[in-house]
């Protein structure tokens, strides 16, 4: 007889119920527990990879003259100590150093810097710091207060920032504790039973507790706890747009800076220019028939080299046709032959000199000296040389020759010309603008955005419209020194007008482009800090520029480095 046991349904479900508590309770026990963040809470990961780390304890001032910043790094501080109009390091000074009851001379460093040194910098605290400075015969005194945070106060503050969650968290867990055990001792459960139920809400209670307890108060901040605080002394944009730039990085960049002033500045009118030579002071060179170049007595003149005016530069040796040639010296030869004939007749009459009339003796004479012309003319011709000199002094500007070559007439082969004189040719299309020029100058634009400046004189302008445009012509202004120019080369020509406006002059350098291609400069607002201005620049000359917008008096314009600083992400 076969024997079937029915399962107990009922039992069985308990079982499989108390399975999954016991897992569910075993999960809460070992998972890890998130942290939720309170109102400025970063856990570091999340923050961008600009944003990292903390800016080590500092302390700056400044006066009319220095600007200072210290550094503390553990027990060590480094001094950086800048002309405050111009931001040029200074590297000769003697800095004594005045921190709460620490005092000693700062010790100079082979990167400019100054160094002091004390074990009152490792210690937590605010502290009255002053630096008494002496720079060739400039002195001065300065001063401010160094704030050093204690590295772990965030972390002991944490937990009592909210400690109301502590509590909230182990009510709950207490209050689900009780009712679980409750709700089943009123059932009747079994003591089994009521011992999962607990376990399961003990549980729930260490995970409620552990989860408040993690949550941050205001400000917290855990980050990459094993990053070095230095990391916070990079240079970084700001979320204002402003950039931080420490100050070993700003001698790394050399930025310069120039005070801001405002001034009656003259309104500009740009033009289009081409530098053209001095018709006096320049010349060309051109056989006046073809032939063989050949060396001068000097040699063949190369680019650049000075000539004086009358000096043989090359020869020219005719070249003739073979037929040319030929009939040339058949008539020399005719003519040498009736030379012989006529100084044999010369020779007769003047044994019979006395019984012939005289003027036959002179008509021979004259036939003699006549044939003796005429067959060197021919003999010259056959084989002529043509001597190329310069017709004035100066360098040789261009060449196109070498020894053997063969040139046509009126070939260019050398041009010259006088580097201390040359000219600007523009194009202007106001004719108002002809009694209006105060001054101009010329610039050269390049890749770098600044070019080769260089003072001009008005000296005329044309009468005769030329596609719409009346051209000036301006002179080089040099202390007889060659001009940075070449001849044909494209320039812009700034004139200065006599009408005045209010601006402040600053170099070009300074003007960069923010991201919307609009004009702006950048201004030293704080030892390391650095603000973003947009402007309306107008041009003043070829170095210069007037900003009439965006600008006010006593601002540190940055003039040196504004390229370097408007690339900082």
Avoid: C
Avoid at 122 to 143: E, H, M, R
Avoid at 310 to 322: E, F, M, N
Avoid at 489 to 498: C, D, E, L, P, S
């Amino acid at each position: 007889m076969n024997l079937y046991l029915k399962p107990n349904r009922p039992t069985a479900q308990r079982l499989t119920a108390q399975a999954a508590l016991i897992f569910i309770a075993f999960l809460l026990w070992v998972l890890p527990v998130p942290a939720w963040a309170g109102p400025g809470h970063d856990h570091g990961d999340d923050a961008p990879s600009g944003a990292v780390g903390t800016a080590s304890p500092r302390v700056s001032s400044h006066s009319d003259l220095f600007e200072l910043v210290a550094v503390v790094q553990g027990s060590e501080m480094k001094i950086y100590l800048d002309r405050y109009a111009t931001n040029e390091p200074v590297t000769n000074a003697q800095i004594e150093v005045e921190v709460g009851t620490a005092k000693g001379a700062a010790q100079a460093q082979a990167d400019g810097s100054y160094l002091f040194t004390n074990e009152l910098l490792a210690k937590p605290g605010t502290l009255p710091a002053s630096f008494t400075v002496l720079a060739g015969k400039d002195s001065d005194l300065l001063a401010g207060d160094l704030t050093i945070a204690d590295p772990h106060a965030d972390h002991a503050d944490a937990p009592a920032a909210r400690p109301w969650l502590r509590w909230l968290g182990f009510a709950l867990g207490a209050t689900l504790l009780l009712a679980a055990a409750a709700w089943a001792w009123r059932k009747g459960r079994k003591p089994s039973e009521i011992t999962m139920k607990s376990i399961a809400a003990l549980a729930v209670f260490i995970w409620a507790t552990s989860t408040f307890d993690a949550q941050a108060g205001p400000g917290h901040d855990h980050g990459d706890e094993s990053a070095p605080a230095a990391s916070g002394n990079a240079p970084k944009r700001q979320a204002d747009g402003s950039v931080f730039l420490p100050k070993n990085s700003q001698r790394q960049l050399a930025v310069r800076t120039v005070v801001a002033q405002e001034a009656s500045l003259p309104t500009t009118v740009e033009l289009t220019g081409r530098v053209v030579a001095d018709p006096n002071a320049s010349g060309k060179v051109q056989p006046t028939q073809a032939g063989r170049i050949e060396a001068g007595p000097n040699g063949l003149p190369q680019l650049g080299q000075a000539v004086r005016k009358g000096q043989v530069l090359a020869v020219v040796r005719t070249a003739t046709a073979p037929i040319e040639r030929a009939n040339q010296q058949a008539q020399s030869l005719e003519l040498r032959a009736s030379l012989d004939l006529a100084k044999k007749r010369l020779a007769r009459l003047e044994q019979l000199e006395g019984t012939v009339p005289a003027k036959d003796i002179e008509a021979a004479r004259s036939e003699v000296a006549s044939l003796q012309q005429r067959g060197t003319a021919v003999a010259g011709g056959v084989a002529s040389v043509e001597q190329l000199i310069a017709p004035v002094s100066g360098v040789i500007a261009a060449t196109t020759v070498v020894a053997g070559q063969v040139v046509d007439a009126r070939e260019v082969v050398f041009e010259i010309l006088d580097p201390s004189r040359l000219g600007v040719e523009a194009s202007a299309f106001n004719t108002a603008l002809l009694g209006n020029i105060a001054s101009a100058s010329a610039t050269t634009a390049s890749g770098a955005g600044q070019g080769t400046s260089v003072a001009l004189q008005f000296a005329g302008a044309g009468r005769v419209l030329r596609e719409g445009a009346i051209s000036l012509l301006f002179r080089a202004v040099t202390s007889g020194s060659a001009v940075p120019l070449v001849v044909g080369q494209t320039v812009k020509v700034i004139v200065q007008t006599k009408s005045q406006i209010k601006g402040f002059a600053v170099p070009t350098a300074a003007v960069v482009k923010n991201p919307s291609n609009q004009d702006m400069v950048w201004v030293h607002t704080g030892a390391e800090q650095f603000a973003p201005r947009t402007v309306r620049a107008l041009p003043l000359d070829g170095a210069t520029v007037s900003v009439v917008d965006g600008l006010k008096a006593g601002d540190r314009v940055v003039t040196q480095g504004a390229p370097l600083v408007n690339q900082v992400r």
